[in-house]
């Protein structure tokens, strides 16, 4: 299938949300944001626990991790497999690039942070491609260590497995 027939596909889709449902994109645009904020500060009672040693900040990271599901549960509202937890990770990556971005802009540092917000729409915009079912999820599936990409060889010649590509990725000495 080429590119304009995947095109005509989207096309054909969104006409059909418009006239099947009456989404409020705005409204759940308002609520992502929401969503963003709140795993936010999951993380803020997380680190605020484990600085401070007291305990009862995660108390309040369970409660307020209990109304980021319930909101989540409104915008999706069927998901198959790790759907959700993969939006709640959009979610929380955008927000995380948004804030870099942010700091980058004010610190005068403007080219790095146009680039951190372009990613971040990105990356929000993966989120509502599948919060609408834009993208089609449906046929991903594991890929096994013998089969990543048969090109990409290590040392002994042999194709990379899933734990070559994180030690490549995750090389705290490279800069």
Known sequence: MDTEEKFKILITKIDELRKGKNFDLS??????IAVMNLISLEEHFFFTASKTGKNDYLDLLNQT???RKELMARMLDQHEGETHCVCKHL???TMRLIEVATKYYADDKKEEAERLFKQAYKVYS??????LKLIDLSGIKKISD?????????NDGKPWSFEDIVNKLVDCCNE
């Open 126 to 131: 993966l989120f509502w491609g599948i919060r």
């Open 27 to 32: 409204s759940d645009e308002d609520l992502s």
């Open 91 to 93: 979610l929380a990556t």
């Open 146 to 154: 013998d089969k990543i990409n048969v090109k990409d060889k290590g």
């Open 65 to 67: 991790r209990e109304i």
